[in-house]
């Protein structure tokens, strides 16, 4: 067995899954004509992995079940030097949402699924990622990936969004959107991104974001909370940061100590009071949820 192999092994048994044998699913191989990989993944169920690949291929995925055991439509052409990828993932047997929401308001016994898909990108171009989660867990390690665009929408699935090995973004990113329903997701070392623009929406789900390193260029955050929870970590108090937040008497919010008012729903740190040039801004609208401010502890 080869050596990447072993390691995604090790990595599955880290994430507390039953291994089997991994097999692979779909491949898209490297092309000259293609500059830039749109992807769209839609896993309805099931743990999906993304992370850096140890080759040129520009998707691969490996899965410990066969072909005919899930559901799946899978398609890949190149036009106008853009190399289209779509595949929507279903495992069979499943729950619905309706069901996983009831396992969430009355409780019960839910059965962890030990069904898995690894997915495998490429540094060598840049991507748009669009991933749309339904159930199940999902970790995505874009570690020195070159992500010109993200966009991540889950359901009910828990979802992980890390830079691992710390290797930042190797292009600069036009939009990082992250929109959470019922699920949750955390997304850490976010400065790594090299993203301008941070979008993230909440429905009743639960969003922690990391920006507890000082970023090279400090994104906009532009967010919104319905009923449910976002808790953002702030970089040390020497980083200018500023807060809008339009508020409910319905919601709940909670600042760092660093934080102090400076106009009507406006709020910032002394950095940013003494010289607010390259700030880290947040323009956020809570109504029945709770936002959290905390600050990094060395």
Not at 47 to 66: A, D, H, K, V, W
Not at 213 to 227: L, Q, Y
Request: net charge positive; hydrophobic share 40%.
């Amino acid at each position: 067995m080869g050596k990447t192999l072993v390691l995604a092994f090790v990595g599955l048994i880290s994430a507390g899954a039953v291994v089997g044998q991994m097999k692979k699913q779909f491949t898209v191989d490297n092309q000259e004509s293609c500059s830039t990989v749109d992807v769209c993944l839609r896993a309805k169920t099931g743990n999906c992995f993304i992370r850096p690949g140890q080759t040129s291929e520009l998707f691969t995925i490996y899965s410990n079940q066969n072909l005919e055991e899930y559901a799946h439509t899978f398609s890949n052409e190149v036009k106008n030097a853009i190399c289209f990828v779509k595949l929507a993932l279903e495992q069979e047997g499943q729950k619905g949402v309706s069901k996983k929401i009831s396992y969430q308001v009355f409780g019960g016994e839910e059965r962890i699924s030990d069904k898995f898909w690894k997915v495998y990108l490429t540094d060598t171009k840049p991507y748009s990622l669009n991933l749309d989660y339904g159930l199940g867990n999902a970790n995505v390690d874009l570690s020195g990936l070159a992500i010109k665009r993200l966009k991540i929408n889950t359901g009910s699935a828990d979802v992980n969004v890390t830079y691992a090995s710390g290797i930042e973004n190797k292009v600069e990113m036009d939009t990082f959107y992250v929109k959470v329903d019922l699920g949750s997701l955390n997304v850490k070392q976010l400065n790594l991104s090299r993203s301008k623009v941070v979008i993230a929406e909440v429905g009743f789900g639960n969003i922690f974001l990391d920006f507890s390193n000082r970023p090279d260029h400090a994104p906009s955050v532009k967010g919104s909370v319905g009923a449910g929870n976002m808790i953002i970590l702030l970089p040390e108090e020497t980083v200018p940061v500023m807060v809008k937040i339009n508020e409910s008497w319905l919601c709940s919010v909670k600042l760092s100590k660093n934080l102090r008012r400076i106009s009507e729903n406006t709020y910032a740190n002394a950095a940013y009071s003494s010289n607010p040039r390259n700030a880290l801004t947040f323009d956020l609208d809570v109504s029945m949820g709770k936002i959290i401010f905390k600050e990094k502890t060395n």
